[in-house]
């Protein structure tokens, strides 16, 4: 089974930045959709955004739409996550995540599109304090 291994995360007061990354086990894990997901105290998991590379097209939550972005760095074969302008509300347990099929808008948006992905990571914390 491919494994995913997430690193960053850590805590930063609100308007700050962090960067989360994300190695698979298996190189060929890189040709499949890509995504990240976060689940909040008391909140269903959700998703935050997601790639396939297939298309190169990106996928974001209406929620860190122009703060987060997910990008795919095939010299260190990671993806990555980018958060800018970080909020309170962005704290949450960050999990990467991966589909061996492609993906689109679903992939992320839909309030159950957790259950169709394949692997995950084990989660990053991530505390944004006002």
């Known amino acids: 089974q491919v494994q995913l291994v997430e690193s960053g995360g850590g805590s930063v007061q609100a308007g700050g930045s962090l960067r989360l990354s994300c190695a698979p086990s298996?190189?060929?894990?890189?040709?499949?959709?890509m995504g990240w997901f976060r689940q909040a105290p008391g909140k269903e998991r959700e998703g935050v955004a997601g790639i396939w590379t297939g298309s190169g097209v990106a996928y974001y939550a209406d929620s860190v739409k122009g703060r987060f972005t997910i990008s795919r760095d095939n010299g260190k074969s990671t993806f990555d996550l980018q958060m800018n302008t970080l909020t309170p509300e962005d704290t949450a347990i960050y999990y990467c995540?991966?589909?061996?099929?492609?993906?689109?808008?679903?992939?992320?948006?839909?309030?159950?599109?957790?259950?169709?992905?394949?692997?995950w990571g084990q989660g990053a914390q991530v505390t944004v304090s006002s």
């Open positions: 995540a991966a589909r061996r099929l492609g993906c689109s808008s679903w992939s992320v948006r839909d309030p159950e599109a957790y259950r169709y992905w394949d692997y």
């Open positions: 298996e190189y060929t894990v890189s040709s499949y959709c």
